[in-house]
């Protein structure tokens, strides 16, 4: 989403799209059932910022895979901007056709790595400034020791505490933390 943000602050006019791979096949699916087969192609087509989420999921879908194929061909021809994710590698894609592979191994590929100490603390501070809470110091280690898999995950932990105590009518501290933790992620044990 900050991708096409970023694309739509620097380029207003931009037609910027995300979208999931699971609703990109099943608007596709929809269109060929009802007929529209060209439309739904020309609308993809038209779009100057295509961001496709968990793209591994087109994978053993070969009618979705050579619709794509063809938007992926013309968009890139075009000079218009792909940005797909996946949980895996290209190379690790199995039931992906190979001249999309290709394709995809011919852009930048990044690895994202699970966020240091110091990112998941300076996220969780900056979630909790936003939204006008005071962690205590021994909450924030717990969490950010605890939490370690994912930015999103720790933001769910400060969504899931705020609605606890909100909802016991409670002030957060470490027995609250570890009584929402203890329901949201497998906490780290220390050797």
């Known amino acids: 989403h900050a991708t096409g943000l970023g694309v739509k ?16 096949e099943s608007q596709y699916t929809v269109a060929t059932r009802n007929g ?5 192609i020309q609308f993809y087509q038209s779009i ?6 968990d793209i591994q999921d087109l994978m053993g879908k070969e009618k979705t895979q050579n619709a794509f194929f063809h938007i992926f061909n013309h968009l890139k021809q075009n000079n218009k901007q792909l940005i797909m994710s996946s949980d895996c590698a290209p190379a690790d894609m199995e039931g992906m056709e190979e001249r999309l592979l290709s394709r995809f191994k011919s852009g930048m590929t990044a690895r994202l790595e699970k966020p240091d100490y110091a990112l998941r ?7 909790a400034r936003r939204d006008g809470v005071k962690l205590p110091d021994d909450v924030v280690e717990f969490i950010v020791t605890n939490v370690t898999q ?6 769910g ?3 899931s505490l705020l609605a606890y105590a909100t909802g016991l009518n409670c ?3 470490i027995n609250l933390a570890r009584r929402v933790l203890a329901n949201s ?6 050797k």
């Open 121 to 127: 603390k300076e996220v969780l501070l900056q979630k």
């Open 150 to 155: 994912s930015i999103r995950e720790i933001e």
């Open 48 to 53: 100057d910022c295509l961001i496709i989420d």
């Open 36 to 40: 529209k087969h060209n439309e739904f």
């Open 185 to 190: 992620v497998k906490l780290n044990q220390r």
């Open 171 to 173: 002030e957060i501290d």
């Open 157 to 159: 932990v400060m969504v």
């Open 9 to 24: 602050e620097h380029t207003p006019s931009a037609r910027v799209l995300y979208v999931t791979a699971r609703l990109f």
